[in-house]
């Protein structure tokens, strides 16, 4: 396979041009409250235009993960230990922004017995104690499949669960290889077996992925009971993760909505700059008026 980095951006990524103060004075809220983005800890190419709209998807649980994967610009390392206080700044800080949606997601801590989902559940308590109309929802790792991990998870008051696949099955050993395609796909099931509110799951295309995966992928989450598919292009962080392979179209993105359309999702958002919490707020009104 062709692994040469594909250097040259196509026209169609581009983002607009970002006004610094409204981005300074978010990051200025989140480092007085102490918490940390994935926004920014993923260096997400939308970031600037959320945090102008006043929204962010809060990383839980510090910003070092215990895990390396290659197409992530997480720090890698020993993390810190657990801020039993966080729970509550994050509370706090989604009221004094207004967030009506807030998505929560984490770093791996395989260091912890529990994965850190009682964190996870707190913060949720938390939020919807202080600001009980927002919704919340959890985008969570894999807890190594600890399911009273998941269970703990399950419990509190979510509005949407969320674990993403991230790739097709093949590339696992090579960019995630302490992750689990199996693993991932029978915890989407879980969900949809413990819950009854909406299961949503995202990938990445142009890591090197066939057409001929994308649909086995597409099947298996649609077999997991995953009503919500989110499908982005990949974009390299930095020099030190996986090179793009491939830059998809908008055209061929939109394709891939409407195939997953066909094949029985409740709903596909397929693009460049689709990310699993990207519009999240919007993708929620969508599935709530279902």
Not at 19 to 27: A, V
Request: aromatic share 6%; hydrophobic share 40%; charged share 25%.
């Amino acid at each position: 396979m062709d692994h040469r980095d594909v250097t040259r951006l196509p026209d169609w990524i581009r983002k607009e041009r970002i006004n610094l103060k409204e981005l300074h004075d978010m990051k200025v809220l989140l480092r007085e409250q102490r918490l940390h983005t994935v926004c920014e800890s993923a260096m997400c190419p939308n970031r600037g235009e959320c945090f102008q709209k006043g929204t962010a998807t809060f990383l839980l649980l510090g910003n070092v993960c215990t895990r390396n994967c290659g197409f992530c610009n997480v720090t890698s390392g020993i993390p810190a230990a657990v801020d039993v206080e966080e729970p509550l700044r994050v509370a706090e800080t989604v009221r004094e922004m207004g967030i009506k949606y807030a998505v929560l997601t984490m770093v791996n801590r395989d260091d912890l017995p529990d994965g850190g989902a009682e964190i996870v559940a707190e913060t949720v308590r938390k939020i919807k104690d202080i600001t009980p109309d927002t919704k919340v929802e959890a985008l969570v790792g894999d807890f190594q499949g600890n399911k009273d991990a998941l269970q703990t998870i399950f419990d509190c008051p979510i509005d949407v669960f969320n674990h993403n696949i991230e790739m097709v099955e093949r590339l696992f050993p090579r960019i995630r290889p302490r992750a689990d395609y199996r693993q991932s796909l029978n915890i989407l099931n879980l969900a949809a077996e413990k819950t009854t509110i909406p299961i949503k799951s995202g990938f990445m295309v142009g890591l090197g992925e066939t057409e001929t995966e994308i649909q086995g992928l597409m099947s298996d989450l649609l077999k997991a009971k995953v009503a919500i598919v989110t499908i982005g292009q990949y974009l390299r962080p930095s020099v030190r993760n996986m090179k793009v392979i491939r830059y998809y179209t908008p055209e061929e993105f939109d394709n891939l909505a409407e195939q997953g359309k066909k094949m029985g999702f409740t709903h596909v958002f397929s693009g460049p700059f689709v990310r699993s919490s990207y519009l999240a707020e919007e993708v929620f009104g969508v599935v709530s008026h279902v």
